[in-house]
């Protein structure tokens, strides 16, 4: 990062800006043809830091994972408009986490359900759910194991 005054390196920092954040984009690759997706998504802290999101069962996203499956990720809020006299005295606030890893698709019925629980945990925090296991079994859930990120405040 260019401007190391902005960066953020605490853990506990990036994640409650992870925390504040409402959806993930993620970017895929293939033969040099990028692809982003905007996704729902639960946080696993801690010593296995991973992200987990839930799909349909068939698209260009999981094509793409089965052909390679190193991915980059971004999160961004607190966002707020600033501005001044001039145009170029204008610009955006904001809080993001940057960083890349390795998405897979989970097959484990109870990593699935440990999964769909941090899911819904990120928007309806220490509420208990019940999932059907017909639901589980035909639900598509990715795993993205991090190997890096970054955060950024302006």
Known sequence: MRR??????????LEMIISRSDVCRIAFADNNMPYIVTMN????GGENRVFYFHCAGEGKKLDMI????????E?????????GKKGCDWGMKFRSVVGYGNID?????????????????????GKKFIFDNDSVNEA???????????????
């Open 105 to 125: 698709i989970i097959t484990d019925h109870t990593e699935k359900i440990k999964a769909f629980n941090i899911i819904m945990d990120h928007y309806v925090p």
């Open 41 to 44: 998504f639960g946080y696993s």
């Open 4 to 13: 190391k005054d902005r960066q953020v390196y605490d853990v506990m920092d």
């Open 66 to 73: 089965s052909k390679n499956n190193f991915v980059s990720f």
């Open 140 to 154: 598509k859930i990715l795993k993205l194991a991090i190997s890096e990120m970054t955060g950024k405040k302006l």
């Open 75 to 83: 999160f961004d809020t607190d966002h707020k408009l600033y501005g």
